[in-house]
């Protein structure tokens, strides 16, 4: 017959269960069956795990050979905390182990952990136990920084580190420590009256008292509160505009930093409203105060702006090589116009930028076009472009291309007075150009017309007009026929020239003579004659060719027509 016999043994929170046959006794030992460890940490000198708070723990219950051939599963443990509260594992490794994850321990995670079984039981056993000590971080400052706003007073703040407190002291030139006060005890900021700063003093001493509950720690540090000063604001800041392209910038630094050897770096930038996105029309400009400068007022110009433009002129300072970038002074700024004035160019007129529309032989229309100013440009608030209408000081300048036949030896320019138009004329004059030459100038007020030709060593291609004189005496008139070109063609040979011209019918019965005068460089007098009687002139005195038709009677009939040679 056998007994069995139950035992009862109470820990917190579990109920620990022994078995034992009666006959056949077999007790199983904490750990046997399944084990519990942490992932990491330190062991200490009583078996306890040690980490330090803020850290990721896992706590590992694994089944032993024992544990897997009693028949027990990971689906029947459980973990147990400090705080009697039975948590089932987070996720399993593997088949035979569980995890319990704390995620960023505190000093409240501290304990003894359990791992059990409830497989069974009404009630889970304890299968095995592991403590764990979770400690604070090493006593020491944690991040903390202190600014002076303008040498006045002091200001701190730290980064909260649990279950610790901390406290600053300030002490200057070898005096006393004065600690900063907090707000209240849980505030991480103090502000204090430091001592009173001397010019040349360039840090004084920073003292951190650290207490938690497990130590207490002093620690000392220089603080260099030269590179910690905040300036609050720049005082008296004006801008005024002293020219059409000049703004003068004036400020005032705080009375008493004037006096202390450390340096102000000063940003001053300024931006054109109307243009604010036109990048290349901003500005800026670093200007430094030394230290120890004992000057309180200062002043920048600001040159080579826009005229008649509103700008908007920024500045701020800030401790030369401060620790902070958050240590420059508010930004001040104001708006203010530059003067106006004139342009600085006209518009772009690219060549060839006119149309001329002929109203009749006297009158035109001039339509001129040009590419106008960047509205940056109108430096004025009443910008408007002005046509002014004027003459070149009673100047004309004729210019033409040189030709790319190289038998050209010469030009000849002709003008005459207009009215009439083309090709009527009272009387011509005359030039002779250079083949070099490609443009002629001429002072002269009136009106004329020009003409050129290109002259070569047998043939020009000419200007020429016809005049024919009725009369004689007091009686004599002239009457003017249409001015005419020889052209090159007209060319036979290299000493020879035909022109053929019919004067008027009505005077062909009455033709007594012909005079023909030529150009310079146009034909050789020596080898020139007309038929009939003819009369030569030098070269010197007509401007081209001219045939005169002398008249024999003053009056003619009949309509024939007749051919003028020229050999």
């Known amino acids: 017959m056998r007994y069995w016999a139950l035992a009862l043994f109470v820990a917190p929170g579990f109920f620990a269960v022994a078995v034992s046959e009666v006959g056949v006794h077999r007790s199983w030992s904490m750990g046997r069956l399944a084990q519990i460890r942490p992932e990491g940490g330190i062991e200490g000198s009583n078996g306890q795990y040690v980490f ?82 979770i400690d604070p971080p090493p006593l020491g400052v944690p991040p903390w920084r202190c600014r002076s706003e303008q040498l006045e007073n002091l200001f701190c703040s730290w980064v909260e580190m649990e279950g610790a407190d901390y406290s600053f002291f300030v002490q200057g030139n070898g005096m006393e420590m004065i600690e900063c006060e907090k707000p209240n005890p849980d505030a991480r900021t103090c502000t204090v009256k430091p001592p009173l700063y001397h010019p040349g003093e360039r840090e004084m001493k920073m003292t951190v008292v650290a207490q938690s509950s497990l130590r207490n720690g002093t620690f000392s540090y220089p603080f260099h509160h030269h590179r910690n000063i905040r300036i609050k604001t720049l005082e008296n800041f004006a801008v005024e505009a002293v020219g059409a392209e000049t703004l003068k910038v004036t400020w005032d630094l705080p009375a008493h930093l004037v006096e202390y050897n450390f340096s102000i770096v000063h940003k001053i930038k300024w931006v054109p409203l109307p243009w604010n996105d036109v990048l290349f029309l901003h500005g800026v400009e670093m200007f430094l105060v030394p230290g120890a400068s004992k000057t309180r007022s200062w002043n920048r110009t600001l040159m080579n702006l826009i005229p008649n433009t509103e700008y908007d002129v920024f500045i701020k300072a800030i401790i030369e090589n401060a620790e902070f970038p958050d240590l420059g002074s508010s930004i001040s700024k104001i708006f203010v116009k530059t003067l106006p004035k004139a342009p600085d160019r006209s518009p772009d007129v690219p060549l060839g930028s006119f149309h001329v529309e002929r109203i009749d032989d006297g009158l035109r229309d001039i339509h001129l076009y040009w590419i106008p100013l960047s509205d940056w440009e109108h430096f004025s608030d009443n910008f408007t472009y002005q046509n002014v209408l004027r003459t070149e000081g009673g100047k004309y300048f004729l210019e033409w291309k040189e030709p790319e036949d190289e038998r050209v030896n010469n030009y000849t320019v002709y003008w005459c007075i207009s009215p009439p138009s083309w090709p009527f004329c009272d009387s011509v004059n005359w030039t002779v150009a250079t083949r070099k030459c490609h443009n002629f100038e001429l002072e002269s007020i009136e009106t004329l017309k020009f003409a050129i030709s290109a002259n070569g060593l047998s043939g020009s291609s000419g200007m020429g007009w016809e005049k024919s004189e009725q009369g004689s005496g007091e009686e004599e008139r002239t009457q003017e026929a249409e001015c005419f070109w020889l052209p090159g063609e007209t060319r036979e040979a290299r000493d020879r020239v035909r022109v053929a011209r019919a004067p008027p019918s009505s005077l062909c019965t009455v033709l007594a003579a012909y005079l023909v005068r030529y150009p310079p460089g146009v034909l050789n007098p020596a080898s020139c004659g007309v038929r009939a009687r003819s009369v030569l002139q030098s070269a010197d005195r007509m401007p081209t060719l001219v045939v005169v038709v002398a008249l024999k009677e003053a009056l003619g009939a009949g309509r024939t027509q007749r051919k003028l040679e020229d050999t």
């Open 52 to 133: 330090e708070s803020g850290e990721d723990i896992k706590l590992l219950c694994t089944l032993t050979e024992a544990g897997v051939n009693k028949g027990l599963t990971t689906s029947d443990l459980r973990f147990q905390t400090p705080s009697d509260d039975l948590v089932k594992p987070h996720f399993a490794s593997n088949k035979t182990t569980v995890i319990l994850l704390i995620a960023n321990a505190s000093v409240e995670n501290s304990g003894r952990y359990n791992c059990g079984n409830v497989s069974n039981q009404k009630n889970p056993y304890i299968l095995h136990t592991v403590d764990l000590e």
